[in-house]
């Protein structure tokens, strides 16, 4: 089946660094890729969609100078955190849409805290 | 506006005590419904996708069934392993993203 492997699965970065992560499809090409963020006891919010050698689309709320989001290629896409402060600290999950049985495939998540 | 709304936020049973987890939905043109599985610290993990009214899939203990309203996974004689959070999310003809519902964290003591 669809594989998306998401790196790294955590990280601890300084108030004020940027930190990149990243969402690889394994085994299909994912033309669309969508990044969300997870709150505690709290269900996925979509944050950006990500569409291969064009710019992502940002859901309302969402700040798109502080979550940079590139999709270079078929099967890459990286969001980047920057300057990030403690209230960045949270679950990010990305996700890529395959033209098979499954239809979205989740990666496993990175657990970002910033301290 | 298009919305999904899960009930209950969260439910425990005893080991081997059938139940029902509810997904309620408004959606101008749905295209999927879908279920997915996630545990703690851990992505969403696909379990079903239903594609119009009257349709229902089953794995193991699970069995996923779909109204022009709802959406119902049933579980039957769960094990303690059954233990997460249960997920249902939408996707409709006006774009490509999944839309989610609060979720069902399920609680399964043996």
């Known amino acids: 089946g669809a594989v998306v492997s998401q790196h790294p699965s955590r990280v601890i970065c300084k108030s004020g660094t940027s930190v990149k992560i990243e969402c690889r499809s394994l085994d299909f090409q994912a033309t669309t890729m969508f990044w969300y963020r997870q709150f505690p006891k709290q269900s996925l919010m979509l944050m950006a969609t990500?569409?291969?050698?064009?710019?992502?689309?940002?859901e309302q709320g969402v700040e798109k100078d502080k979550f940079l989001i590139n999709h270079a290629s078929l099967t890459l896409s990286t969001l980047t955190v920057t300057s990030a402060h403690p209230e960045d600290s949270s679950f990010y999950i990305c996700s890529a849409r395959d033209t098979g049985a499954y239809g979205y495939t989740f990666g496993s998540g990175t657990r970002l805290t910033v301290v | 506006e298009d919305q999904v709304t899960q009930s209950p936020e969260a439910l425990r049973l005893q080991e081997g005590e059938s139940s029902s987890l509810n997904c309620s939905y408004t959606?101008?043109?749905?295209?999927?419904l879908f279920w997915y599985r996630q545990d703690p610290g851990k992505g969403p993990e696909f379990l079903f996708t239903l594609y119009s009214a009257g349709e229902e899939k089953e794995k193991e203990r699970l069995k996923a069934t779909l109204t022009k309203k709802e959406s119902f996974l049933h579980i039957t004689a769960p094990k303690p392993e059954d233990s997460a959070t249960y997920l249902c999310a939408f996707s409709n003809n006006a774009g490509n993203m999944l839309t989610f519902g609060g979720g069902t964290r399920l609680m399964v003591k043996p």
């Open positions: 959606v101008s043109g749905l295209r999927g």
């Open positions: 990500s569409n291969e050698g064009s710019k992502a689309t940002y």
